[in-house]
């Protein structure tokens, strides 16, 4: 497999390459790209230096496989380029998340969407994806009639220049802002930017993908929040049931589901933390109990490293998908 990795240089580029690395997924050659400004650094993949190459250089090798990790404009302009070449691309931007023509994936939710004709497929936004592995299960079981979601999100899922500015910040150094305040011992209720109904697209990330992977009959409403975390995404999660439930059930569905690992036990104080997701896969859930203020509701607490399943992973485990299904190869 000749796979190419555009954004290879960023913190989420970086942490895919470690994934393909753990995850021991069969690269014959890769092709690292990045910005001109970044061309001919070394990117170091199983024990090998691989110089960072141009865009079109990496479309003339013939590739099998990209992942985009660059942002939404270098998506829309080169995607459709390497499909064109009939390489998959999987897509980490918000370019193609909401395309009707195209596929937007969480495996464990709906790989199996996909289809050898799939040549663009979208990878959901971070908090979507930690959301809805725990959504969908209590939703095949007991139907989901309306979602209030709050998340605390990692700097990290700014990018490199957000740690900068909060190590800079808690160093008393000055230096290039990427947020419009202060973040260290700060929270900010302004994750990307705000729309004209006054949610910011974050927010509406989570309800347009939620109803486009799960279901477009959920309610749901959303706050995101910046807070000055390395380690992973949290959510505070409201769940409405259009039935009655057992939470010992809930518990049960929640322990058998694959990629989610249940942390619910506050006798002894184990719930879902951030530094303790950072660098794992799984999806942790806890603080599982009733809404005791309305009938068929519950309040769980979901965290995860959102460069890793709500990135990096799950890009990794489309691929994986595709190439067990034998769609990879271009040659």
């Not at 990692?154 to 910040?169: D, L």
């Not at 959920?218 to 439930?245: D, M, Q, Y």
Request: glycine share 8%.
């Amino acid at each position: 497999m000749r796979l190419v990795l555009v954004g290879a240089s960023g913190l989420v580029g970086r942490e895919m390459v470690k994934v393909i690395e753990e995850q021991r997924l069969i690269v014959d050659d890769f092709l690292p790209v990045a910005s001109a400004s970044s061309k001919g650094q070394l990117i170091k993949f199983n024990g090998k230096q691989y110089p960072i190459i141009g865009i079109q250089e990496a479309i003339d090798k013939k590739p099998d496989i990209a992942i985009f990790s660059a942002g939404g404009s270098v998506s829309k302009e080169w995607a459709p380029k390497f499909a064109e070449i009939s390489c998959k691309v999987i897509d980490n931007s918000s370019a193609w998340r909401m395309d009707p023509g195209k596929k937007l994936i969480i495996p464990e939710v709906n790989g199996d969407e996909l289809s050898a004709e799939d040549m663009i497929i979208a990878n959901p936004n971070c908090s979507t994806i930690q959301l809805l592995m725990v959504l969908k299960p209590i939703h095949e079981k007991y139907g989901i009639k309306r979602v209030v979601v709050s998340t605390y999100q990692s700097i990290t899922g700014t990018g490199k220049n957000a740690v900068v500015q909060m190590n800079n910040e808690r160093e008393g150094r000055k230096g290039e802002m990427a947020y419009p305040y202060r973040i260290d011992q700060n929270c900010l209720p302004h994750c990307d930017d705000f729309g004209d109904n006054g949610y910011t697209k974050e927010e509406m990330k989570l309800v347009n993908e939620t109803h486009k992977i799960l279901d477009e009959s959920i309610k749901l409403t959303a706050t995101a929040v910046r807070v000055p975390v390395i380690g992973g995404h949290s959510e505070a999660v409201n769940i409405e049931l259009n039935n009655s439930f057992d939470l010992s059930d809930i518990r049960k569905i929640l322990a058998a589901s694959d990629g989610v690992t249940l942390q619910d036990n506050p006798d002894v104080n184990l719930y879902p933390m951030p530094y303790y997701s950072s660098g794992k896969d799984d999806v942790f859930v806890g603080r599982i109990r009733k809404d005791e203020s309305l009938d068929n509701a519950l309040n769980l607490w979901i965290v995860s490293d959102n460069l890793r399943k709500g990135a990096a992973t799950n890009a990794i485990q489309i691929v994986a998908y595709l190439e067990k299904k034998g769609w990879v190869s271009n040659h």
